[in-house]
């Protein structure tokens, strides 16, 4: 079974757990639920190839909180949030489990976004 990290939804503790593939959830040592992170530049976890080429097109310098919550805490869930703060493609029926990584016209359509934002600052 891969590592992942987890964090605790009582206390807040981050930890590294084996888990099943498809585990989202595991149980902190002080009994609370803790949820699956996702971590940038860990190549053990095999499902978060989507990871970097969404970290490669997030402003990093935006004030947004969809974008702060994302690069805070890079979790599928931050993603989604990311995807509806930047309105772009919502997830469908059925991809909540492997969310798309941004093809090359999301990436086209972010950065000119992001280039439109910083000309008129
Ligand atoms: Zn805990």
Request: hydrophobic share 40%; proline share 8%; glycine share 8%.
């Amino acid at each position: 079974m891969p590592l992942y990290d987890f964090r605790c939804r009582v206390c807040g503790r981050t930890f590294e757990a084996m888990a099943k593939m498809d585990a989202g959830h595991s149980v902190c040592a002080c009994g609370g639920t803790a949820e699956r992170l996702l971590s940038v530049g860990r190549g053990y976890r095999a499902d978060a190839d989507w990871l970097p080429s969404v970290t490669a097109v997030v402003d990093r310098d935006s004030p947004a909180p969809h974008v702060r919550a994302f690069l805070a805490e890079p979790s599928r869930a931050n993603y989604r949030r990311w995807l509806a703060g930047e309105k772009l493609r919502p997830l469908e029926d059925g991809e909540s489990r492997r969310p798309p990584a941004p093809g090359p016209e999301i990436a086209r359509q972010v950065r000119a976004r992001f280039a439109a934002r910083r000309g008129a600052a």
